[in-house]
């Protein structure tokens, strides 16, 4: 962040906050996710957005080991009081919030006050893999789905309540909740979100949204920037969206899948190819790496003790360590696309949720599909059929202690993440595991339903 860099980000904010002064915008929430997958903020003025743009937004560096309940824990290079950082806004992202008439968002980046880049800063490491892949070679697109529970109970109530009591997939729960839906796609559209499909879901009062894949960083911004529009239509509808990883315990829970596809330049390396139904050797190689990593991943995509709750078999959550076409019980599953849909073939991460931090999420699947690809691997046979009948197929870890095992003995993610950055998302694991350890899965779900 030299004084060059510093001048022009100041100019163009300049620019960018007269249009938004001219619309009536009066601040701009400058967006984080932390290390327990919650989205924090710290808004500024129009006014104060040059400043913001050239100099940054003051906060502390202890966010990075906040929990869900907003206690905070400590690890070795990050907790207590001291020190501060800058928020820097992407520019490149500024968007005018159509379900919050005053206010603009932008996802921000986090520097040192000397201008470095802060170790721990989420979305820049989810900005270095994605830049690793590029210096190989490799164009990664990546969605995230976006599913939700729709409420009409306020936070203080024991149980929700759900505005439609229509059926798994209903047309019926499309028309109760018609205007809130349409509001949904609205917003979207105002803020050129690329909506590609929404629907009903399975659990009472679910549905789901996805939208056009983009480049990692763009689609955890995305991932964050839909969540929250949603959040800003239902509060206009007086509704409350959860996107726990289980709303009620013992039923299916809100997954947050992660699709992904390579590319060479326009080449869709998911198709054309010699291996696995038919993608190339490439695709295959790095697909391997993420399956062999599920396990530690599950420390960064199902971060919750919540997220155990949901990762059962039979819900559609992806629970085995296997792979297969089309395959919903698989934690990947390969989605072939038909031969002439430009939109190709891609995969899906789906034993993730939204606890998950979406750029944390990103750049570790990277960085397990580019070790899989150093370490040129091949794919085990797909799984055809529920992989609780198959009988050979793994289990994902059931539980967070387990999956912070796999993530504590992963080399590839200490080297990627580094230090700081690891070990603070290791404290935070640790920290949410005894914060609920002993709880019910009701006590869980309450503590966890509005937070994410
Ligand atoms: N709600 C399911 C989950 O927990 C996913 C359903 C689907 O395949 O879309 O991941
Ligand atoms: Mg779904």
Redesign the pocket.
Known sequence: MDTQHRAQARARAREEAAELAAQGIVGTALTWVDNAGLTRVKAVPTARLEHAAQWGVGMSPVFDVFLVDDSMTTSRHIGGPDGDLRLFPDLDRLTPLAAQPRWAWAPADRYDVSGQEHPVCQRRFAHRMAERARERGLGVLMGFET?WVVATADATEPEPRYPTAGPAYGMSRLVDLSDYLADVLDALQAQQVEVLQIHP??AQGQF?VSVAPADPVGAADLAVLVRQTIRGVSAQHGLAPSFAPVVTPDT????G?LHLSLWQGERDLCRDGDGPCGMTATSEAFLAGVLRALPALLAIGAPSPASYL?LEPS???GAYQCWGLEN?EAALRFVAGAPEDPSGANAEV?CVDQAANPYLLTGAVIAAGLAGLDSGLTLPPPVAGDPVHEGHEQRLPTSLPAALEHFDASDTLREALGDPLFESIAAVRRAEAELFEGASPRDIAAATRWRY
Do not use: T
């Not at 299916?252 to 997954?255: E, F």
């Open positions: 599913e879901e399975y789901e299916v829970g809100n997954g899948h949901r819900r559609w959550a919903r789906k």
